[in-house]
């Protein structure tokens, strides 16, 4: 599989106004995927956008639509989110009662799987799902807000679950406090999809695109040098 570098900007981080014509931009920058964070409220101390927004969105993103569900319960509308047109679904080990059953119900609806770890989460929450999932998200933040300081201890669980993963097709995805500087610290140890928020944001606007794929460009080739 394609262990490169790929970024993913979170629209959380962008003009809630201008959707559309956002995700042009980032795309049109260099982007890799487009992030989607769904919050509900309840699961994290925040509310963002549901389905309906996701659908909406879709059209305008021609790379890869990375939605990451916050919510609790998430059975009852992970197939509202398949239908928006997500490619990948990520839950979190701790929003249902069985994370085996609803993986399997997100593949079933034609999406990939994908199951997010807060801090306080251990990699051994996965053990007995590995055959089931297409990406692991590792919270570097705790989940509800973007602009967070990156927590560090996460670095070693990364590695932890590099060796997991061994040779199975699983991306390691890597969501909260992103930059050039600690881009490469999880590339190095082991991630491969880093989600970036006020980071590519910063400095630019949909009329003044340029900063955000220098945006892009800086953590881009940070992570892939400390890869060498």
């Known amino acids: 599989m394609d262990r490169s570098i790929k970024i993913a900007p979170s629209i959380l981080a ?20 487009v992030h989607v964070d769904v919050m509900d409220g309840h699961f994290v ?16 993103i021609k790379t890869v639509m990375d939605v990451h569900l916050m919510i ?14 997500a490619d990948y ?22 999406c990939k799987a994908g199951v997010a770890l807060n801090p306080s989460t251990p990699a ?9 999932i297409d ?17 560090h201890s996460q670095i070693d669980k990364v590695k932890e679950i590099r060796k997991m993963i061994g040779d199975r097709d699983i991306h ?9 500087e600690t881009g490469p610290l999880m590339a190095a140890a082991g991630a491969d999809v880093l989600v970036a928020g006020s980071a590519v944001f910063k400095g630019g606007s949909v009329e003044n695109p340029a900063p955000y794929g220098e ?14």
Not at 172 to 180: H, R
Request: hydrophobic content about 40%; overall charge negative.
């Open 172 to 180: 390691i995805e890597i969501d909260g406090g992103i930059t050039p």
């Open 72 to 85: 609790a319960p998430t059975d009852l509308y992970l197939k509202a989110f398949a239908d928006s047109g």
């Open 14 to 33: 962008s003009d809630f106004a201008n959707f559309g014509a956002e995700i042009r931009a980032i795309e049109a920058e260099g982007c890799d995927w």
């Open 135 to 151: 990406m692991v998200c590792v919270m570097t933040v705790n989940p509800g807000f973007g602009g967070q300081k990156f927590i």
């Open 45 to 60: 101390p925040n509310i963002t956008f549901g389905p309906d927004t996701c659908k909406a969105i879709r059209p305008h």
């Open 89 to 110: 679904l990520t839950i979190h080990a701790e929003a249902g009662p069985h994370l085996h059953r609803s993986l399997q119900y997100i593949r079933d609806l034609g």
């Open 124 to 132: 051994s929450a996965i053990e007995y799902v590995m055959d089931l």
């Open 215 to 228: 945006n892009i460009r800086a953590i881009r080739d940070a992570s892939e040098a400390a890869r060498k």
